[in-house]
Every structure is written in structure tokens, then in C-alpha cells.
């Protein structure tokens, strides 16, 4: 199918998107890297009055270190996270995930802002931000909104961003020492969506004790599922195989996903488990790495 007609507008700066958004909010959509969105106008799902573009707006790309977090625009595209040496330095969970979105030519258009506002249940970027804690900046004519991933993600393909507001930036906590981090996801096929998906960090002392452990799933649920209470169990003690094999039965039991033609409900709530306990061993072997070669950021 075709989209349905829509008057297209291309600003140039970022005010000039806002006060454009400002004007015609509810019948404005805005288009970035176009691979969700072109599919949904294709097949008419959505019927946007205006498309407005942002691939000309200027300032809104780039990634950078501030205040010990790692800022990234939102339209910056998902492949130049992916081979940022600066990403995979300071963030290294960002930089495993990126590769697990979709396929190359994708994430060549696709982009971080783009991902994180459609806001799909099986999406890694949610995932990343969510275990992270980071911080999605969110613009409009009445000034900026720094919202969590617990308020931003708000429902199924659903955020809490309101139809003038530009969602700006993502922020996540630069990686701190001592901290090994992983994600994996299972998914039917290469580049396919992920059935389950699994982002992790576990950060321990001089000790070798648990300081900080997060974890975070994506397609169990409609919105990233972080499970806290869980992951506090590994706070305080030495992370052996036996903990992170508990901890992820621990996990598995509190998720209730859905079932679809893609994968049973009891399918996922395995395949939680097993991943959770598969991050957290890899975080450990990475944390082990570090340790033993030195290495220190
Ligand atoms: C074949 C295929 C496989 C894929 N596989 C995966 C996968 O495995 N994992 C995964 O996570 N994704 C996957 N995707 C989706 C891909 O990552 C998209 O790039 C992403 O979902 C949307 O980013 P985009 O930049 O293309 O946004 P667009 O498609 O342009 O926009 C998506 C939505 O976000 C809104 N939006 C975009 N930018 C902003 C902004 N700055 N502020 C406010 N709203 C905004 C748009 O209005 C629209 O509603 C796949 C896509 C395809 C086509």
C-alpha cells in the first residue's frame, strides 16, 4: 500500500521543528530514520496531517562525554553508536547491543531517538536505557523535560512524550570500574526481533563483592521489564554461578510475558531465565578480564 497524503515539512533547526510541532502537534508526525515509520504509513496505521522531517535539522547527532554521562543525540544513527570507539570504551552494554538491532542497512538509517520513541517491547535500546537508568531529554516550546525510563516508557509502542515534544537526547551513566556489563538476546533468525533479550551489569569492590548489580529484558512485556528486587539479591555478595543460576529462576518467575505466533508465553519465561544467568556469568568473566589484565577505566 501507499501512504495516505500528508503535507511534508523539512525545518532546518531545532526551534524551527518545535514551533512546527507547537502549531499542529496531534496531526504532526515526526520522521527520522523512517524504518518504523514508513512501514506504519505504508500500511496506514498511522495518518499523519504533516511528516516532519528531521534528517535536515542541525545539532540534533553526536556523541559525547558529559558530566559522566555519555550523550547521545537523537538522531544519531544506531550504526555510528555501533563503531563509536567512544561508546565501546565507555559504555560497553551500548555497544554489544547495537549490532543485535535489525540488520546493517538498517542501522545505517535508523536512529538512537527514533528507536527509543516508537518504543517497541522487543526493542534493545529500551532495554539498554532501562537497566541503565539513564535519561531520555524531551524538547517542545515549553522548554526541556528530563524524564527516566520508568516515565518514559509508558505502555505498548506507547511514550510519555507529548505530541509537540521532540525527545533530544539519551543519557546514559559512563561505565564505572570493576563493572562487567553484557547483552544477549535470543531471536528466530540474524536480525530478527528478539524473542527475550537481556541487558546486564554487575560492578563489585577491591573485594570482589557485588556493589551494584541491573538488569533489564525486553519482549516480556509491554514496556522494558527491570527487575530491581531481583537484582538487589546480588548486592553485598560474591557473584558465583549458583547466585546468578538463582537469580535468574528468581527472574523468570516474576515475568508473566505474552504468547504469540512467535514464541509461547512459557517459551520466554525460560528463555528469561537462562538468559539472565548467562549475562550476569558473562559479566563476571568480563569483570574477571579486566582485573587480571589491568585493566582500568
Ligand atoms: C526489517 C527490520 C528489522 C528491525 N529489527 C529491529 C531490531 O531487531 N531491534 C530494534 O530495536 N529495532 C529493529 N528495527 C527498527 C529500527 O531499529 C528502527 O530504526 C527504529 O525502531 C526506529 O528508528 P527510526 O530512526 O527509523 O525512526 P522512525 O521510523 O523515523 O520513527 C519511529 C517513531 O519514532 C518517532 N520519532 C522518531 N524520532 C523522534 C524524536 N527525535 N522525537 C520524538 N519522536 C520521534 C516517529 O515519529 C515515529 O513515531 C527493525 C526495522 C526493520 C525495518
Redesign the pocket.
Known sequence: MKPPKFDYVAPRSIDEALSILAQHGEQA????????????LNFRL?RPGYLVD?NGVAG?DGIRVDDGRLAIG??TR?RAVEVSALVRERCPLLAEAMP????VQ??N???I???L??A?P????PAVVAALDGELVLRSVRGDRVLKPAQFFVAYLTTA?APD????EARVPVTPPRTGSAFLEV?RRH????LVGVAATVTVDDAGVCTACAIALTGVGPIPVVPREAARALVGVTPTPAAFEDLGRRVAEGVEPDGDLHASSEYRKHLAGVLVRRALGQCAERIAGRVATGERR
Open positions: 508526525k515526526v520522521l527520522a530514520g523512517g524504518q518504523s515509520l514508513v512501514p506504519l498511522v528531521l540534533l537523537a538522531m544506531q543485535q538491532i535489525g540488520h538498517i542501522r538509517r535508523g536512529t531517538g527514533g528507536s520513541a516508537h517497541d522487543a526493542g534493545e535500546l512524550a515534544e521532540l525527545l533530544v531471536s536480525g530478527d526481533f528478539a
